[in-house]
């Protein structure tokens, strides 16, 4: 590695100009990726922009801004340079090329919705998905016009059979919530890829420490970043990666990335930029119109959380994998569902996609139903009941009663959300303090 | 490459040129900071077009651009008079680039290298998607340095990290503040 005398040879990640790139660890872009110190002040950590707009130069400036033709602030409902360090830094993360901060998970998932699809076209989903999701993509993307079709995702050929013309992409969680099921995300990209369709990979529960879809096929990576990417359970948000490789030139189903656009003069995404070019339309087309923008004290929140993803993740991992080792010799335990347990169907394609751990969530059923999981829930004393994932804490959920109490009784067992089945995301403290709750919690049912 | 290469039915080399798949970023800086004036062989008077992006955000960032159009030779694009050929414009320029197909790049080049002593170039840039590796050994034959499949633009903001504020992944990782190439 050569020495770094002055800017001039700051290479970011190269050795020299004779070698090929240098990467850098997960960790290091996980500190420093999209953040630089500031060119005025000097100062190093990011600033929080609180500010709705920015000035123009000029006329001639404005102009140019608003015609896409240089890089620069207008507003923050698209962009604002706190939001846009926290976006650089997860797209770095990812491996992908560019990235749309969002409100929300959900908001991310629409903004995606929304991008690739018209009034009756139509979407293939994973049916191994967070509850609200399923309620998003069936119940409220249809009054748009939008169909979904739900397949169990465990066997790719299941998304080939769904296959229509009207087919836009492929949703799925890679690590799917709430219990241990890891898709085999290659196989699934193989499918979308022979019919020309995009494969939407939602990453929220493994996290680009564990699990980088980009790298199996994946075209797009969603994240709730409410979960482990902020990490402390503090702060709403959502993304959207874009890889970088798709060629929307190679078919007629996405006009809006291929065709000119009428409202930016007749500009075509895809080819004025290139490999970027959907986060750029995704960002002056669908954040600009429906305004589902992540807030520059927000976005700064999840720049603290991200600086310790993978601290955090590994040690998700090493407490949840120690945790589901004792539930599952525990006699009040039917089964485990974590597929660092050699019990799980998912073990081998856990030892595929994520070397480093499986993750913090996971499911077990308790023995005596519904009735007992209820029980459960209200003995414990360390474990927060509440409905999120990916905190620093320990949280405990019985999914029936809450996240998925919308759905019908096939829809819940068809999620892995039925009435004996208990929802655990590891937190970072003391795994015998874990344990010891749940013990004293168990006792009791 | 010998004298004894395959030839394509084309009648082009077949080469691949491996030091081609990956630029160092003190390589395109050095060379963004090197330019002064460039040519930009097939230049476009339609405002949407991405060279009339690249040319006008290129201009403000104090390169001074040549338009180089057959098609256009005599009209006027961003206050710079478009010339017909390499040979006709009147000015000298440190570098081409080149915002045609892959294949009309091999042509372009050869006309580039006869035009180098006379005009002093130095550097050849082939735009983003386009990639000819014969015309890249040929360029380099003739000591050109070759940048392909890049688009100056993109680079420039990259590297002064305005492409950053778009939410792009501009790869840079350092503790020092990022100054333009041409600062």
């Known amino acids: 590695m050569s020495v770094r005398t002055n800017i001039d040879e700051v290479t970011s990640n190269v050795p020299g100009e004779e070698g090929g790139p240098r990467e850098f660890g997960i960790s290091t872009i996980a500190v420093h990726a999209g953040a630089r110190p500031d060119p005025v002040t000097g100062a190093r950590q990011t600033p929080i922009y609180q500010t709705t707009s920015f000035v123009f130069d000029d006329s001639e400036h404005a102009a140019e801004l608003f015609n896409l033709q240089t890089f620069g602030y207008v507003y923050s409902r698209m962009t604002n340079p706190t939001v846009s360090v926290f976006e650089e830094r997860i797209a770095q993360l990812e491996g992908g090329r560019g990235a749309v901060a969002a409100a929300s998970g959900h908001a991310a998932q629409f903004l995606a919705a929304v991008s690739l699809m018209e009034a009756g076209d139509e979407f293939i989903s994973s049916r191994n998905l967070y509850g609200g999701s399923l309620t998003q993509f069936g119940v409220s993307f249809p009054k748009l016009g939008w169909k979904c079709h739900f397949v169990d995702p465990t066997d790719p050929e299941n998304f080939e059979q769904a296959m229509t013309d009207r087919v836009k992409f492929i949703f799925c969680e890679g690590v799917a919530n709430p219990g241990g099921i890891i898709l085999d995300i290659e196989r699934i990209s193989e499918v979308a890829n022979k019919h020309g369709v995009l494969l939407i990979v939602d990453n929220t529960l493994a996290s680009p420490y564990l699990l980088r879809p980009f790298e199996w096929g994946a075209d797009l990576v969603i994240h709730s970043t409410t979960k482990f990417i902020g990490g402390h359970g503090n702060t709403m948000g959502g993304i959207l990666i874009e890889s970088g490789n798709i060629d929307w030139f190679r078919n007629d189903k996405y006009p809006g990335m291929s065709k000119p656009d009428n409202a930016y003069h007749g500009l075509t995404f895809a080819e004025t930029f290139g490999d970027f070019g959907f986060t750029m339309r995704t960002r002056m087309v669908a954040l600009r119109d429906y305004g589902a923008t992540l807030y520059p004290t927000a976005a700064w929140n999840l720049l603290q959380g991200v600086e310790t993803l993978p601290l955090r993740m590994q040690r998700h991992c090493d407490n949840a994998q120690a945790v589901a080792e004792w539930l599952e010799k525990h006699p009040k335990v039917n089964w485990v569902s974590y597929p660092g347990l050699k019990s799980s169907q998912f073990y081998e394609l856990g030892q595929k996609y994520l070397p480093r751990g499986k993750g913090g969530v996971f499911t077990f059923g308790i023995k005596g139903g519904f009735d007992a999981g209820v029980k459960l829930i209200d003995c414990v004393e360390l474990h927060s009941h509440l409905a999120n994932i990916g905190d620093t804490r320990s949280l405990i959920l019985h999914p029936a009663s809450t996240t998925h109490r919308q759905l019908t009784d096939e829809q819940r067992e068809s999620a892995g959300a039925g009435p004996d089945v208990v929802r655990l995301s590891v937190g970072i403290e003391d795994v015998e303090d874990i344990i010891a709750d749940l013990e004293q919690a168990l006792a009791q049912t | ?183």
């Open chain 2, 1 to 183: 490459m010998s004298e004894t290469a395959s030839r394509s039915e084309s009648g082009n080399p077949l080469v691949y040129l491996e030091h081609h798949n990956y630029y160092a970023d003190t390589k395109i800086r050095r060379i963004l900071r090197d330019v002064k004036t460039f040519a930009m062989v097939g230049a476009s008077t339609a405002w949407r077009r991405p060279s009339f992006y690249a040319m006008k955000y290129l201009q403000h960032k104090g390169f001074r651009i040549v338009p180089i159009n057959p098609g256009r030779a005599g009209g006027e694009v961003l206050g710079e008079t478009i010339y017909g050929s390499l040979a006709e414009a009147p000015h000298k320029f440190d570098m081409v680039d080149i915002f045609r197909t892959s294949e009309e790049a091999y042509d372009i080049t050869k006309d580039v290298i006869a035009n180098k002593d006379d005009k002093g170039i130095k550097y050849l840039w082939m735009q983003l998607t386009v990639r000819n590796d014969p015309a890249a050994e040929l360029a380099e034959a003739a000591g050109l340095e070759v940048v392909m499949d890049r688009c100056p633009k993109i680079e420039f903001g990259r590297l002064s990290g305005e492409l950053s504020w778009l939410g792009v992944n501009s790869r840079i990782i350092t503790a020092k503040t990022l100054r333009s190439p041409k600062s």
